[in-house]
């Protein structure tokens, strides 16, 4: 599937770097999710979109600073990371934000901030 | 509020076996999907269901829904290696949003 593109693929930052996580949607959907998948960990909710406008914010550290400029982007800003916050990094998009519509994951950033 | 348990955690099974998993939630579930993420790969959508005791197939796959909408599960019929992966299964959260089980790991040998 090339509905949902992410880049880039692999990211390895230091602690004080900053960086930008892109994901792009071509699917016409109006919600956009971004999630963290740590090692044996269930997926977790970041932050939720929907029509642009920010739904949900799951208690996220604000060094992960989402911004969505239309429905067919999302990044994900980061800034000041800890080592704990390595892992993949998933954005996902669905037609709209309810649950009874699947989602459509992008393939991940994966993240390594030594 | 609302635990969603899935079982088990990792299953390792010869070629030709079959295999489940289960997830068990503890309240009534409006719908439940399923998700397949295959080694370094991204979940993949499998399939949605909705109604009381709904059973679905898709090839050597089965998907149940409980009666009482609070448990479903995912067989696979003769394993095969392109069945590797982990399986998720995704039930409303609260919030208007999916709540993803901590998924079982399938592995299949020769």
């Known amino acids: 599937e090339t509905g949902v593109t992410q880049t880039p693929r692999h990211l390895v930052m230091g602690m004080t770097n900053k960086k930008s996580l892109k994901c792009e949607q071509h699917?016409?959907?109006?919600?956009m999710y971004w999630y963290k998948q740590s090692a044996k960990k269930p997926l977790e909710l970041m932050f939720v979109y929907s029509l642009e406008e920010r739904v949900e914010n799951n208690s996220v550290p604000s060094r992960f600073s989402p911004e969505c400029p239309n429905s067919s982007h999302l990044f994900l800003h980061l800034h000041t990371l800890q080592p704990e916050d390595s892992a993949l990094y998933l954005c996902?998009?669905?037609?709209?934000?309810?649950?009874?519509?699947?989602?459509?994951f992008g393939p991940g950033t994966r993240l390594t901030v030594l | 509020g609302q635990q969603v348990m899935q079982i088990p955690q990792y299953q390792h099974v010869q070629e030709g076996e079959d295999f489940t998993t289960y997830c068990n939630s503890s309240t009534t579930l409006s719908n439940i999907q399923w998700y397949k993420q295959r080694p370094g790969g991204h979940p993949v959508f499998l399939i949605q269901l909705v109604k009381s005791g709904e059973v679905k197939k898709q090839k050597r796959l089965t998907f149940q829904f409980g009666e009482a909408k609070k448990n479903s599960s995912l067989h696979i019929t003769a394993t095969q290696t392109t069945d590797v992966g982990t399986y998720f299964c995704a039930p409303p959260g609260g919030g208007n949003k999916l709540t993803f089980g901590t998924g079982t790991q399938l592995k299949v040998e020769l």
């Open positions: 996902a998009s669905s037609q709209d934000r309810t649950t009874s519509v699947r989602q459509y």
């Open positions: 699917l016409g959907h109006n919600a």
